[in-house]
């Protein structure tokens, strides 16, 4: 299965496609030349980044000397090129870079804000990024902003974030569980609830409707037991689905209770779908990778077992078209 069926002039200076990857001129994204709907990958790490703060483990000693500029937290892109709109999924901590790639794939527009910010939960690397539309940084201008009714409440009673309300950098919009939003002629997006740790917000997944594609956005999520959706199901009814690969296996973290840090193990995950057919497992990409999950080196063993499982692994500016 290919990601894009059409023109290799989809992209400018760069542009050749192959295994669902699109390969970029030193690894920075080019614009969308033609008419289509697309999600872009605009990061694929856990909220924290990479390296993290106070992390002496060699997967983060060498990143601290010689930063990797790919390795951007969770975040996707929507541009719909034929109806000269963008949307951005999730605000993170380098949403500078992310909306400014945005743009650069949105050739259409001028703007450097996305036309809506979608937000998932109230975890540190999912809403912070907020913070630069303030009036300490771009001082935005009634940014829309869609949110959950407790993400919703959240933002708007507790400070900095009510300031950007009060300001209207950002204006909130409220979304529902399930209930899908018409964001151009083109493109859908559906919210769905997700059982996670819910402090301050509840937590939603993504369903992204294109003209002819469905992708399913879920960053976070506890064990797919909990979840009142068959993740097995979810998956046939989509053809891309983005799933929490936080970490490869229960190896990787030593040093924390990781009962109190749930989520579905990369091996589970393989082990669960290892009967489906080879085109379902396609549609499967591996995202959100805390800072210690090998399968961000490409070159390991565990990389290289995703694939050769018939996965795939998400990348930085892949670029899949609905």
Known sequence: MKTFSFIASLFLLAGCFTNNKAIYKNQQPVSIEVNSVAVVVLGTIQDAGSPQLGCTKDCCKNLFLNPDKNRKVVSLGIVDANNNKSFLIEATPDITQQAKALKT?????????????????????????????????????????????????FLEQNGPWSQLVTNRNITLQVLFDGKEIE????????????????????????????????????????????????????????????????????????????????????????????????????????????????????????????????????????????
């Open 105 to 153: 794939f949105s050739s259409f527009s001028n703007k450097e804000m996305p036309d809506g910010i979608f937000l998932t939960h109230a975890h540190i690397g999912h809403y912070t990024g907020l913070m630069y539309l303030g009036k300490e940084a771009y001082n935005a201008d009634s940014v829309p902003v869609f949110a959950m009714p407790r993400m919703k409440k």
């Open 183 to 322: 964001l151009t002629k083109d493109v859908k997006i559906t919210p769905f609830t997700v059982p996670h740790r819910d402090e301050f917000s509840e937590t939603v997944g993504y369903l992204v409707t294109g003209p002819h594609k469905k992708l399913m956005f879920i960053p976070d999520i506890d064990k797919w037991a909990k979840w009142k959706t068959g993740i097995i199901d979810a998956i046939s009814k989509v053809d891309y689905a983005f799933i929490d690969a936080t970490f490869f296996n229960v190896e990787e973290i030593n040093n924390r209770d990781i009962s109190t840090i749930p989520h579905p193990f990369i091996i589970e995950s393989m082990k669960l779908f290892e009967n489906l057919p080879e085109a379902e497992k396609k549609k499967v990409y591996f995202i959100h990778f805390n800072h210690t999950n090998p399968v961000i080196n490409k070159n390991s063993k565990q990389y290289k077992q995703v694939i050769q499982n018939g996965f795939n692994v998400a990348s930085i500016y892949d670029v899949l078209v609905l």
